[in-house]
């Protein structure tokens, strides 16, 4: 716990204070993102004292990865306030080309592991959002920011997916041991080899899921304004970030996980996975949680069943940090 304390030891952001500078943006994203990493115990994700369902990262990682990107952050609050003349959907492009290169500094800190890729996507257009709100004079409140962050990739799963058929449509794919209406039983992990070889192309994880089960992701998480984010934000104050964070975080990750559709959960675990993931957060926040005996034993044995399983809720991770982030801010 002394850990977090020690990260939070610098007060919050001033609610609707427009002279936070890009640098400090920066600091508070990276120091958002360890916040997160600390946090625990969180079932199937990496805590400060487990690697939990990954065996190729630690805390340490983590910590290297988001000390690795407080630079883009710094730059993406940047952009947002230097864009505000262009259309929102016009940011995106240059921001997508920062976040690349940030992807190429978060592999360089940590050998080549995936330990932020969502977060660069969706941290980067808060901090953007941040920075024209700010620079308009407009309210950047948790409504705003999600509305702005949202608003710079309207359309960005058309243009991303436009090749690929969608749920259903996969049944006219002719793929050896895939029945789209068994999908939901299917690995989607397992099940990206076949895909590849019948589309003729390399597919994403989010673009495998969007064949197979045609969710969105993070981009329709984005699309819509980010409602995960807001849940959290919500989620996070009802909890009392402001006495115990890390109760509130993890009380935050369960009802995240029981109620918005992470991706990563399918990726690995299929449609099982994701129902037993959903299923084991609700019960464990009707148990009490943290606060319950009865609570902690059934966290330990859904972080069990979660190493297991090798489930990993990183989507909801991704939405848990971004609200730490404007937690800080003092949004």
């Not at 407009?138 to 436009?162: K, W």
């Not at 089960?213 to 009392?240: D, W």
């Not at 509130?248 to 299929?270: F, K, P, Q, Y």
Request: aromatic content about 6%; proline content about 4%.
């Amino acid at each position: 716990m002394s850990c977090l304390k020690n990260l939070c030891a610098c007060a919050p952001a001033r609610h609707g204070d427009v002279s936070i500078s890009s640098a400090r943006v920066g600091e508070l994203a990276a120091r958002a993102a360890i916040l997160e990493a600390a946090a625990g115990p969180k079932p199937g994700l990496v805590c400060r004292d487990s690697q939990g369902a990954h065996k190729d990262m630690d805390y340490a990682t983590f910590v290297r990865s988001a000390l690795s990107l407080q630079g883009y952050f710094t730059q993406g609050h940047a952009l947002g306030s230097a864009t505000t003349t262009l259309e929102p959907q016009a940011v995106f492009p240059r921001l997508r080309s920062l976040g690349l290169k940030a992807e190429q500094d978060m592999f360089a800190a940590t050998n080549g592991v995936n330990t932020h890729k969502g977060l660069i996507f969706s941290l980067g257009l808060f901090c953007a959002a941040l920075g024209r709100l700010d620079r308009l004079g407009n309210a950047a409140n948790v409504q705003a920011l999600c509305r702005t962050a949202g608003s710079f990739v309207r359309g960005i799963t058309g243009s991303d997916m436009a090749a690929l058929p969608c749920g259903p449509h996969a049944a006219q794919l002719a793929i050896p041991g895939f029945r789209p209406h068994k999908a939901r039983h299917a690995r989607p992990k397992a099940m990206r080899p076949l895909l590849e070889k019948t589309l003729g192309r390399s597919l994403t994880p989010g673009e495998v899921i969007y064949v197979m089960y045609g969710m969105r992701g993070v981009r329709g998480e984005a699309e819509q304004g980010f409602p995960g984010v807001a849940l959290a934000c919500h989620s996070l104050r009802r909890h009392g970030v402001a006495v115990n964070l890390n109760r509130a975080m993890v009380h935050t990750l369960l009802e995240l996980l029981a109620r918005v559709e992470d991706t990563s959960l399918l990726w690995r675990g299929g449609g099982r996975g994701f129902a037993l993931a959903r299923a084991y957060a609700a019960a464990t926040l009707d148990a009490g949680g943290l606060d319950t005996a009865h609570g902690r034993r059934t966290l330990d044995r859904m972080g069990a069943a979660f190493v297991r399983r090798r489930l990993s809720p990183g989507g909801c991770a991704d939405m848990l940090a971004t609200s730490v982030f404007l937690h800080l801010l003092g949004r």
